[in-house]
């Protein structure tokens, strides 16, 4: 019986709500995507959302976070529905994550806490799982003091300060060690990275970029006809893929990265640009985007911020509208009130998302429509590379 107990307990999936704050200059539909962005975040985890909890404020509580009634009213549910966890939206500070610890007393993650839980589960090369491990102690280091709660009785005075503060410091030190370990060991990983790179012969090189989710995976299943992990989860692939695509009679290397996302943590961001060095490097970038997604234009504006933080935003670009086939037209028949047909493949080469992101294609990658089309502009774009690069190469005559 105690062995059947404790199989119930280690399958049981934990229960999450949701805390977000809207400032003035948010809407609150901007405030729902997030928090649907953060749900989505908490399901690939392996958790469950049973409720979300949003406040409106100028700004966040420099002390909860959110406001005393509203941690009260956060405590009080929790409490009755036994919740196992509260994820916050934002990054909390550690004096915020140590206070609403203590008012809630149950377990606390913000997004950039969350994240590094997904990217640690997610990780399977060396170099990602160091620079997992990397931002793992960096957004531990600050935040010390929490891990050191049972020592709170000795309070401070002459000849009471002893083990806590000691723990502290001697722990301190050693995550200092270890993270700049980590990052020796990233240097050297980068720099067997760089050799392979060379070693990869004067193939023009493609890389995908985009959000999160949008189906690069897929796509780069469908054009290396390899088997490149998939799932319908945020950041199913964190390590970066190179296959050897051939089109025609027409070799070139393809590259598949980590998705990009609203509010990654910033040193996260730093410890993988290493990874994202195919993007930095690449010659052609085909920016993927998830065209059934109700914002997919924001998310669009993301990515490109996050090509200029890497100096890739001005590389030679195709925009691929990927899942027309789960797209919702967004207008109703005044009528009758019933939604319009679905746009067919010449619709949307005549929306403002051709003209206003030439070169675009529209294509279903699951179901492969218009994978031709995609095809041969890719084929031209690495072909006017290739010729003038090598214009002596009588390959392509």
Same mark, same amino acid.
């Given at each position: 019986m105690g062995k059947q107990k404790y199989y119930d307990t280690a399958l049981k999936q934990e229960r999450a709500v949701l805390v977000g704050?809207?400032?003035?200059g948010e809407k609150p539909e901007q405030t729902k995507e997030y928090l649907d962005e953060l749900a989505f975040l908490v399901d690939t985890a392996g958790g469950a959302v049973e409720k979300t909890f949003t406040q409106k404020m100028l700004k966040p509580d420099r002390a909860t976070f959110v406001g005393t009634g509203k941690?009260?009213?956060?405590?009080?549910?929790?409490?009755?529905?036994?919740?196992?966890?509260?994820?916050? %939206? %934002?990054?909390?500070?550690?004096?915020?994550?140590?206070?609403?610890?203590?008012?809630?007393?149950?377990k606390i993650l913000d997004r950039s806490n969350l994240i590094l839980d997904i990217f640690a589960g997610r990780a399977q090369t060396a170099q990602a799982k160091t620079q997992v491990e990397l931002a793992q102690l960096q957004y531990l280091l600050p935040?010390?003091?929490?891990?050191?709660?049972?020592?709170?009785?000795?309070?401070?005075?002459i000849g009471m300060r002893g083990p806590g503060e000691t723990q502290i410091e001697s722990d301190r030190r050693m995550i200092l060690e270890k993270i700049s370990l980590l990052k020796d060991r990233l240097k050297l990983i980068d720099r067997q990275n760089e050799t392979q790179r060379k070693n990869r012969g004067q193939l023009i090189r493609v890389a995908l970029v985009g959000y999160t989710n949008v189906g690069k995976s897929t796509i780069m299943n469908m054009l290396s006809k390899s088997e490149v992990f998939a799932e319908?989860?945020?950041?199913?692939?964190?390590?970066?893929?190179?296959?050897?695509?051939?089109i025609e009679n027409l070799p070139f290397l393809l590259s598949d990265?980590?998705?990009?996302?609203r509010k990654l943590p910033h040193h996260l961001v730093e410890c993988f640009k290493s990874t994202l060095d195919e993007v930095r490097e690449a010659d052609i970038l085909i920016h993927v985007v998830d065209v059934s997604h109700p914002n997919f234009e924001d998310q669009i504006h993301t990515v490109n911020e996050t090509l200029n933080d890497l100096g890739a935003r001005d590389k030679d670009t195709i925009m691929i509208f990927n899942k027309i086939d789960a797209y919702v037209t967004p207008q109703f028949n005044e009528e009758n009130q019933e939604e319009l047909a679905p746009l067919t493949l010449a619709d949307f080469k005549k929306s403002w998302m051709a003209s206003h992101n030439a070169p675009a294609i529209f294509i279903s990658a699951t179901r492969k429509e218009n994978i031709e089309e995609f095809k041969q502009l890719l084929y031209d774009k690495v072909k006017a590379v290739h010729v003038a690069r090598y214009p002596y190469d009588k390959l392509l005559y």
């Amino acid at each position: 019986m105690g062995k059947q107990k404790y199989y119930d307990t280690a399958l049981k999936q934990e229960r999450a709500v949701l805390v977000g704050v809207i400032t003035p200059g948010e809407k609150p539909e901007q405030t729902k995507e997030y928090l649907d962005e953060l749900a989505f975040l908490v399901d690939t985890a392996g958790g469950a959302v049973e409720k979300t909890f949003t406040q409106k404020m100028l700004k966040p509580d420099r002390a909860t976070f959110v406001g005393t009634g509203k941690l009260e009213e956060i405590q009080a549910y929790v409490k009755a529905e036994e919740i196992d966890m509260v994820v916050f %939206d %934002d990054e909390l500070s550690p004096s915020q994550l140590r206070n609403i610890e203590r008012e809630l007393q149950v377990k606390i993650l913000d997004r950039s806490n969350l994240i590094l839980d997904i990217f640690a589960g997610r990780a399977q090369t060396a170099q990602a799982k160091t620079q997992v491990e990397l931002a793992q102690l960096q957004y531990l280091l600050p935040r010390l003091t929490r891990l050191w709660t049972h020592l709170e009785r000795q309070k401070g005075g002459i000849g009471m300060r002893g083990p806590g503060e000691t723990q502290i410091e001697s722990d301190r030190r050693m995550i200092l060690e270890k993270i700049s370990l980590l990052k020796d060991r990233l240097k050297l990983i980068d720099r067997q990275n760089e050799t392979q790179r060379k070693n990869r012969g004067q193939l023009i090189r493609v890389a995908l970029v985009g959000y999160t989710n949008v189906g690069k995976s897929t796509i780069m299943n469908m054009l290396s006809k390899s088997e490149v992990f998939a799932e319908n989860k945020l950041f199913a692939t964190l390590d970066t893929t190179v296959r050897k695509v051939v089109i025609e009679n027409l070799p070139f290397l393809l590259s598949d990265t980590v998705g990009f996302i609203r509010k990654l943590p910033h040193h996260l961001v730093e410890c993988f640009k290493s990874t994202l060095d195919e993007v930095r490097e690449a010659d052609i970038l085909i920016h993927v985007v998830d065209v059934s997604h109700p914002n997919f234009e924001d998310q669009i504006h993301t990515v490109n911020e996050t090509l200029n933080d890497l100096g890739a935003r001005d590389k030679d670009t195709i925009m691929i509208f990927n899942k027309i086939d789960a797209y919702v037209t967004p207008q109703f028949n005044e009528e009758n009130q019933e939604e319009l047909a679905p746009l067919t493949l010449a619709d949307f080469k005549k929306s403002w998302m051709a003209s206003h992101n030439a070169p675009a294609i529209f294509i279903s990658a699951t179901r492969k429509e218009n994978i031709e089309e995609f095809k041969q502009l890719l084929y031209d774009k690495v072909k006017a590379v290739h010729v003038a690069r090598y214009p002596y190469d009588k390959l392509l005559y």
